[in-house]
């Protein structure tokens, strides 16, 4: 019985925190019953019903792993001008090598899926004799629900450690979702910055984010005060 693949990331945008990269297995006479199931892709269901789907999902499957590139990981790939689509091409690669399936569905990084293709087969025969059937598509999380699963993965364990750093930075006032778009999260970046004078450890020092809150309220500070 083949073994069937689905892997998806959750994090790829925020300023703050790491980038989780879910992968799961399933031996291929449960996809009907994952058909019938309520996974979709993990944006589109509540905290609570992640939550409830993560639990039937690691019941299920033969076997899982979530993989972390994390905030100091993405900022050191940015300093050397890397590109972040290939950081987590060689972090899917990892978990292809891990989990060893035979078909793996993925829910494709980039706009040309046949290079993004080529570039994980290539990691994967550098290291084994191995060349599982790989299937990548956009919104593939919405399209195959093996990949939905390898989402909510991801997406719970990017919830659960934004909420630990909620609890670490509670004298802020937390960080909310650590999106730029969060209102929340840019007063707990403002509050850091103009204390401390740096970002904080958990932040992607090299998002522009960042950069344009130490240049508000470090970098010209300085400027004003040495004129």
Request: hydrophobic share 35%; aromatic share 6%; glycine share 6%.
């Given at each position: 019985?083949?073994?069937?693949m689905g892997m998806d990331?959750?994090?790829r945008g925020?300023?703050?925190?790491?980038?989780?990269?879910?992968?799961?297995v399933?031996i291929?006479?449960f996809l009907?019953?994952?058909?019938?199931?309520?996974?979709?892709?993990?944006k589109?269901?509540?905290?609570?019903?992640?939550?409830?789907?993560y639990?039937f999902?690691?019941?299920?499957?033969s076997?899982y792993s979530?993989t972390?590139?994390t905030n100091?990981r993405i900022?050191?790939?940015s300093?050397k001008?890397?590109?972040?689509?290939?950081?987590e091409i060689?972090?899917?690669?990892?978990?292809?090598l891990?989990?060893a399936?035979?078909?793996?569905y993925?829910?494709a990084?980039?706009h040309?899926?046949?290079?993004?293709k080529?570039k994980?087969?290539?990691i994967?025969q550098s290291?084994?004799?191995y060349?599982?059937?790989?299937?990548t598509?956009?919104k593939?999380?919405?399209k195959f629900?093996v990949?939905g699963?390898?989402?909510?993965?991801a997406?719970?364990?990017?919830?659960r450690?934004?909420?630990?750093?909620?609890?670490s930075y509670g004298?802020?006032?937390?960080?909310?979702?650590?999106y730029?778009?969060?209102?929340?999260?840019?007063t707990?970046l403002?509050?850091?910055i103009?204390?401390n004078?740096?970002?904080?450890?958990?932040?992607?020092?090299?998002?522009q984010?960042?950069k344009?809150?130490?240049?508000?309220l470090?970098n010209?500070?300085k400027?004003?005060e040495?004129?």
């Open positions: 019985m083949k073994k069937i990331e959750a994090g925020p300023v703050l925190g790491g980038l989780f990269i879910g992968g799961v399933f291929e006479d009907p019953t994952l058909e019938t199931s309520e996974i979709n892709d993990s589109k269901l509540s905290p609570a019903k992640r939550e409830k789907l639990d999902i690691v019941e299920n499957c076997s979530v972390e590139i100091v900022d050191e790939n300093q001008h890397g590109s972040l689509n290939d950081l060689e972090a899917m690669a990892n978990l292809i891990e989990l399936p035979d078909v793996v993925i829910d990084l980039g040309n899926l046949d290079n993004f080529k994980l087969k290539s994967i290291q084994r004799n060349t599982p059937e790989i299937i598509e956009h593939a999380d919405e629900k990949v699963a390898a989402s909510i993965l997406k719970v364990q990017r919830d450690s934004i909420l630990e750093f909620n609890k004298n802020y006032g937390g960080i909310g979702s650590g730029p778009s969060d209102e929340k999260t840019i707990f403002r509050k850091y103009e204390k004078h740096k970002p904080p450890e958990i932040a992607r020092h090299s998002w984010t960042c344009n809150l130490m240049n508000d470090v010209q500070k400027l004003d040495f004129f």
